[in-house]
């Protein structure tokens, strides 16, 4: 795929500066997603910023190496964007000052944050319960630390194999959506 990397790995800390900045981080996660090249105005659309607006974030992120410029388009009027790799790890452990940790968070969580609230509008709207869309879980497991890892192994190990799926599907194939997931499992750590 043109040169793209596997992994992108972000644990520098002047990476995660600027990513933590909601609309880059929609912009990054949408190139990244669709593994399509994209112009500003494009993802201006998606952020609900203007297209000039849009410019500085993508070269924020470029100066930094999360997207790259891609091949002129049809008409090469337009710079086109795209991410440098086919995913993304983020290295929050790498983020020494633990307020830009939680902005590092938030900026991940807001887009998450806006789909639950516009998904549970459309929902009331419709009068649906979610035809197979899931959107918040949260539960509590009473689990050995063993039990705990093995846990996390078997659900990376789902995801994994979906995303799998989905990085070796045409773009264009039939009938898809995206669906967007968090997974967090987290132990209290604390002993009565």
């Known amino acids: 795929m043109d040169g793209k990397a596997e992994v992108l790995e972000l644990d520098d800390a002047a990476q995660l500066a600027v990513i933590a900045s909601p609309v880059r981080f929609i912009a990054f996660e949408e190139l990244f997603a669709t593994q399509a090249p ?3 105005t494009q993802l201006a ?6 297209p000039s607006s849009m410019s500085y974030h993508l070269r924020e992120l470029q100066r930094v190496g999360l997207v ?4 002129a388009g049809e008409d090469g009027r337009e710079r086109l964007w795209e991410a440098p790799a086919l995913r993304y790890d983020i290295r929050l452990s790498a983020v020494d000052d633990p307020a830009g940790r ?12 806006a789909r639950i609230a516009a998904t549970l509008e459309r929902r009331a709207r419709e009068g649906s319960d979610g035809d197979g869309e899931h959107a918040l879980g949260m ?12 846990l996390q192994a078997e659900v990376a190990a789902v ?6 799926i989905g990085w070796s599907r045409e773009p264009a194939a039939g009938d898809l959506v995206t669906a967007h997931y968090v997974w967090s499992l987290l132990s ?3 002993q009565s």
């Not at 659309?45 to 203007?50: D, H, I, M, P, W």
Request: aromatic share 6%; charged share 35%; hydrophobic share 40%.
């Open 38 to 40: 994209m112009t500003a």
């Open 45 to 50: 659309r998606r952020t609900r910023v203007s």
């Open 68 to 71: 790259r410029r891609a091949a």
């Open 102 to 113: 939680l902005a590092l968070v938030d900026a991940y969580l807001s887009p998450l944050r």
């Open 139 to 150: 539960g509590r497991l009473s689990l050995t630390r063993e039990e705990m890892v093995a």
């Open 159 to 164: 995801w994994h194999r979906y995303e799998e």
């Open 188 to 190: 209290d750590d604390q």
